[in-house]
């Protein structure tokens, strides 16, 4: 789904306290109505908005009374800062990703993990592991515990590197000491950096127009910033 | 800032257009009202609320125009599942955060990690590295690169761990067996299983009213599934 259609969404106090609601438990308009002080009317239009966007679905019971129960799991991140405006969301991961892939982060001590870490030779242990735990209550307390406080790292983790990017973004700025454009080139000198080697690519990177990357590699390239790397492509000059 | 007022504000998509356009560069309000193709008048109301809300400054240059800013780093994460909704905002972490304390956690081959990660011993050869890095475009574009890498990663395990957050909560609320509170009720075990020994802290912990969490407490107890832990609190039945 959209981040801005996701965030249209979630732009709405009592969108969010629908979804609070319907995150405990499944619910009807009424108990919705009453709950909220909001009348059915304008529930069934917040519903609908959250069914059309597939946050949020319904079942009829045996007494054909409709509930109303969240659709699936979404993730949503957004980043504000003097270097950039980034929304993104997305599903849940499946448990199958391949986190070994990951060249800077490792994850440890949490239960399962080796299912989405071990290259497959343990998965009959995994599996073993995990029949052992769906039927204990304690166990499974246990790993929801573990789980909790690995997002909870994880969070922190990503406000220490939002925030080391900022200042690594802004001493680059500083460096290239380019006025008005300085977010900008910074974002396309660390793209060529990470290996742009296109006009098109550093413009999807930086999420500029072609021209506006076109001028601003002319004038890196002219002020000896980056250089010509082979046929096409360049390379950030190693000292200026 | 609160999470719900930061969601209101980016809830609007020309609000979000102006965010992305000053995150590139200072603009004023005509330039603004141009590139979005919307009144001034409506510029000046969106301007005001951020402005409102910290997220943008202006300052006047000599011709006395008002340039508008991003005025800081915001960060803001929303969860929605069966299990619950979430949002927080936070503001990016200092470098000087403490990331040994995670336990499941670490973090590798980031220039400057070590900074954080450290015990001080290291401090002065840290430093070296930074001065030698902040006049230094190829570095600071290597560091760029490489922060904006474990960014991506840290995504990627933060949708990992939603993922198995879902499967486990789905696990413990169907080894629950508890009709429409299987929710709540699984987030009250785990939160016990993680030390929360009172009313209170549960209450605080899973977002719920104490008597519906003394309710919960109770129907747990009677069934079994956790048990008194000591004068006051609980922990969860080792084995059903």
Same mark, same amino acid.
């Given at each position: 789904?959209?981040?801005?259609?996701?965030?249209?969404?979630?732009?709405?106090?009592?969108?969010?306290?629908?979804?609070?609601?319907?995150?405990?438990?499944? #619910?009807?308009?009424?108990?919705?109505?009453?709950?909220?002080?909001?009348?059915?009317?304008?529930?069934?239009?917040?519903?609908?908005?959250?069914?059309?966007?597939?946050?949020?679905?319904?079942?009829?019971?045996?007494?054909?009374?409709?509930?109303?129960?969240?659709?699936?799991?979404?993730?949503?991140?957004?980043?504000?800062?003097?270097?950039?405006?980034?929304?993104?969301?997305?599903?849940?991961?499946?448990?199958?990703?391949?986190?070994?892939? #990951?060249?800077?982060?490792?994850?440890?001590?949490?239960?399962?993990?080796?299912?989405?870490?071990?290259?497959?030779?343990?998965?009959?242990?995994?599996?073993?592991?995990?029949?052992?735990?769906?039927?204990?209550?304690?166990?499974?307390?246990?790993?929801?515990?573990?789980?909790?406080?690995?997002?909870?790292?994880?969070?922190?983790?990503?406000?220490?590197?939002?925030?080391?990017?900022?200042?690594?973004?802004?001493?680059?700025?500083?460096?290239?000491?380019?006025?008005?454009?300085?977010?900008?080139?910074?974002?396309?000198?660390?793209?060529?950096?990470?290996?742009?080697?296109?006009?098109?690519?550093?413009?999807?990177?930086?999420?500029?127009?072609?021209?506006?990357?076109?001028?601003?590699?002319?004038?890196?390239?002219?002020?000896?910033?980056?250089?010509?790397?082979?046929?096409?492509?360049?390379?950030?000059?190693?000292?200026?």
């Amino acid at each position: 789904m959209d981040s801005g259609a996701l965030l249209d969404l979630l732009g709405n106090e009592n969108r969010r306290r629908i979804l609070r609601l319907l995150a405990r438990k499944p #619910c009807y308009v009424t108990e919705i109505s009453e709950y909220l002080g909001v009348s059915p009317k304008a529930v069934i239009d917040h519903l609908r908005r959250l069914e059309e966007a597939g946050v949020v679905e319904s079942r009829t019971d045996e007494k054909r009374r409709k509930y109303f129960h969240i659709a699936r799991n979404l993730r949503l991140e957004v980043t504000v800062s003097r270097h950039g405006f980034g929304a993104k969301s997305a599903y849940p991961a499946s448990r199958d990703l391949d986190l070994t892939r #990951c060249h800077h982060l490792s994850i440890d001590g949490v239960a399962d993990v080796a299912a989405g870490v071990d290259d497959g030779a343990d998965e009959d242990a995994d599996d073993e592991t995990d029949d052992d735990a769906s039927g204990d209550v304690a166990s499974l307390a246990a790993d929801l515990a573990e789980l909790e406080s690995l997002e909870r790292e994880l969070s922190l983790a990503q406000r220490w590197v939002q925030g080391r990017l900022a200042d690594v973004r802004d001493d680059l700025a500083g460096a290239l000491d380019a006025d008005d454009h300085e977010g900008l080139y910074a974002e396309v000198v660390a793209a060529v950096a990470d290996g742009a080697g296109t006009v098109e690519a550093l413009s999807r990177r930086v999420d500029a127009p072609a021209e506006v990357v076109e001028h601003a590699i002319g004038d890196l390239l002219e002020r000896g910033v980056i250089e010509p790397d082979g046929d096409d492509g360049w390379r950030v000059t190693d000292s200026e």
